[in-house]
């Protein structure tokens, strides 16, 4: 089992930047594809994007893409998502995912195919 925790979420102005976290509880998240997900109210869990077990691959979503880089650091088991250029569109809880993965397994963007996930934390972008 493994329990993930994200922080960094805040309110922040259009065109602003904040760096999400993702926490896990044990040294085995190294052996995890972790991704990112976005919710807003109405709206349909949205993929924003995933990393590799290794930190190699990534992808992203396509509203996110050039504005938002995801990255790991396995010695700390934490996954970051820096976000820069923020939109009020980008306003949701995000999540972020996890599923223990093979070495060469590529970035999983299917909400789906995850098996662990934390408890969100809010993004608020102000116009």
């Known amino acids: 089992q493994v329990q993930l925790v994200e922080s960094g979420g805040g309110l922040v102005q259009a065109g602003g930047s904040l760096r999400l976290s993702c926490a896990a509880s044990r040294r085995t998240f190294s052996e995890h594809a972790v991704g990112w997900f976005r919710q807003a109210p109405g709206q349909v869990r949205e993929f924003v994007a995933s990393?590799?077990?290794?930190?190699?691959?990534?992808v992203y979503g396509d509203s996110v893409k050039g504005r938002f880089t995801i990255s790991r650091d396995n010695a700390k088991n934490t996954v970051h998502l820096q976000m820069n250029g923020l939109k009020p569109e980008d306003t949701a809880v995000y999540y972020c995912?996890?599923?223990?993965?093979?070495?060469?397994?590529?970035?999983?963007?299917?909400?789906?195919?995850?098996?662990?996930w934390g408890q969100g934390t809010q993004v608020t972008v102000s116009s």
């Open positions: 995912a996890s599923k223990r993965t093979i070495l060469a397994f590529p970035p999983i963007e299917e909400a789906g195919s995850y098996d662990y």
């Open positions: 990393v590799s077990r290794s930190g190699g691959n990534t």
